[in-house]
């Protein structure tokens, strides 16, 4: 078992049996998602009573992979740890505690951000809390309100199609493909441009282009390998083209 199922392992029986004592129920606490700046859906906790943990399970649908967790505002101090464990491309559990024996005060904010790569950028996306559990400092579980989030994937974030009518990234032909594939990308303005291609996990794994383009139609054929050269495994990878602020992705699948 590597470390960091250990450390999952090791902090969830920390909180697991505090939730044996009273169950008291808290109108004021809400857990809900909202959208934060870039790809990130970001967890905030509103509560009216002193918090010590949480534990959370976010689900997504299949279009949207997770990629890693972040503190937010109000978990950034060192004393606090953010914890997660990823169980599939669309689901994580995350942890957190205090390390120090310190508490949340009454109050609003972000306590983790989430980052996800959208690779299907087609109809309604979700996102879903389970498994919430919100810890006092007496070690009862409050009770909480939850607040799930759906948006329309094709307007949603960095993945704005409908405003970035400013450049165009075409679908990958041929796709699926091996060994190669011609990406083709189109600017109306002479702009900073970085083409790169990305696993399913959000790892960067070649960066085609960076540079300033002249407006105009741009061809980019990628051979499947790597930056380092090395051959890359068959799956789904997302080619992504940023122009200033904005991207667009396309979903590719390598056969061999």
């Known amino acids: 078992m590597n470390l960091k199922k250990n450390i999952w392992r090791i902090c969830s029986h920390v909180i697991i049996p505090l939730i044996a004592g009273s169950l008291s129920a808290t ?5 809900k998602i909202v959208h934060g700046s870039s790809n990130s859906l970001d967890i905030q906790l509103a509560n009216d009573e002193n918090v010590t943990g949480i534990q959370f399970c ?19 101090d060192v004393d606090w740890i953010v914890d997660s464990y990823r169980v599939s491309d669309s689901a994580v559990n995350v942890l957190i505690l205090n390390g120090n024996n310190q508490s949340l005060t009454p109050g609003h904010g972000i306590i983790a951000s989430i980052l996800y790569n959208n690779i299907d950028l087609q109809g309604e996306s979700s996102g879903e809390l389970c498994h919430v559990m919100v810890i006092d400092g007496n070690g009862d579980s409050l009770g909480v309100e939850i607040a799930n989030l759906e948006w329309n994937g094709k307007i ?6 409908v405003e970035a009518k400013s450049f165009l990234l075409d679908q990958n032909y041929p796709n699926p493909f091996n060994p190669s594939t011609m990406l083709t990308f189109r600017l109306n303005a002479a702009a900073q441009v970085r083409l790169s291609v990305f696993d399913i996990s959000g790892r960067e ?21 790597s930056s380092t050269g090395q051959k890359l495994a068959s799956g789904i990878y997302i080619a992504r083209l940023t122009v200033g602020n904005k991207s667009i992705s396309r979903k590719m699948l390598l056969t061999k």
Do not use: C, F, M
């Not at 794994?205 to 980019?220: E, F, H």
């Open 27 to 31: 109108a004021g606490n809400t857990l």
């Open 156 to 161: 949603t974030g960095t993945e704005n199609e």
């Open 205 to 225: 794994v070649i960066r085609l282009i960076d540079r300033y383009q002249n407006a105009g139609s741009t061809n980019v054929e990628w051979d499947s390998n």
């Open 58 to 76: 976010l689900r997504t649908t299949s279009g949207i992979a997770l990629t890693s967790v972040k503190p937010g505002n109000r978990t950034a």
